[in-house]
């Protein structure tokens, strides 16, 4: 089984601030990596897929790069709405999640 | 829109059986590939079964296989999962999602029904 992991566990930046989130896979999953937004007490939301293609409707201030193993989220000029959960996952292989990233306000 | 909707969660005893059910709306049910992904209490993500767009193939995790079976029905837009032998590891909220299309990700998710395994 791909087993994902996701760092840091939590984060806390400021209005405005650019943040990444990192995710690294047990092998390589040729770009078969998604990203998701979860607010408290909604279902989560597809972000990003394809490591680096922006859902429909997507604020273009969310990003995602990397390849082979590693991969990131990039969100610039953090906005209020952002502070949620963040969970990185790959498909290249069934589906796993990694961990999760809860980001708040600083 | 696409909507999805759960039902059919709740309290239940270990060993039991429940059957939840997702309704699909404002797509093309039988095009798509749908699945099941579950939450415990503030814990993270994980994915449960998938089943393809005309229900030939069918997919699980290791810790519910031979236990869970996921079906659907393309006349009436309805995903369904059957969880039987249910333990007190099987509580979370289980979300029904539809996958991409040209993509396995999981792009719509609906709202969520919380099974709560417990004596």
């Known amino acids: 089984d791909i087993q994902m992991t996701q760092s840091p566990a939590s984060l806390s930046a400021s209005l405005g601030e650019t943040v990444t989130i990192e995710c690294r896979a047990s092998?390589?999953?040729?770009?078969?990596l998604a990203w998701y937004q979860q607010k408290p007490g909604k279902s989560p939301q597809l972000l990003i897929y394809?490591?680096?293609s922006l859902h429909t409707g997507v604020p273009s201030r969310f990003s995602g790069s990397g390849s082979g193993t590693q991969y990131s989220l990039k969100i610039n000029s953090l906005q209020s709405e952002d502070v949620a959960s963040y969970f990185c996952?790959?498909?290249?292989?069934?589906?796993?999640f990694g961990g999760g990233t809860k980001l708040e306000l600083k | 829109e696409v909507q999805l909707v759960e039902s059919g969660g709740g309290l239940v005893q270990p060993g039991r059986s429940m059957k939840l059910s997702c309704a699909a709306s404002?797509?093309?049910?039988?095009?798509?590939?749908m699945a099941w992904v579950c939450q415990a209490p503030k814990k993270g993500l994980e994915w449960v079964a998938t089943?393809?767009?005309?229900?030939?193939?069918?997919y699980y995790r290791d810790s519910v296989k031979g236990r869970f079976t996921i079906s659907r029905d393309n006349a009436k837009s309805t995903l369904y999962l059957q969880m039987d032998s249910l333990r007190s590891e099987d509580t979370a909220t289980y979300y029904c999602?539809?996958?991409?299309?040209?993509?396995?990700?999981?792009?719509?998710w609906g709202q969520g029904t919380l099974v709560t395994v417990s004596s």
């Open positions: 999602a539809r996958h991409l299309g040209y993509s396995s990700v999981f792009a719509y």
């Open positions: 404002g797509f093309t049910f039988n095009n798509y590939d």
């Open positions: 089943i393809s767009y005309d229900g030939s193939s069918t």
């Open positions: 092998e390589d999953i040729y770009n078969g």
């Open positions: 394809n490591a680096n």
């Open positions: 996952q790959q498909y290249y292989d069934y589906w796993t």
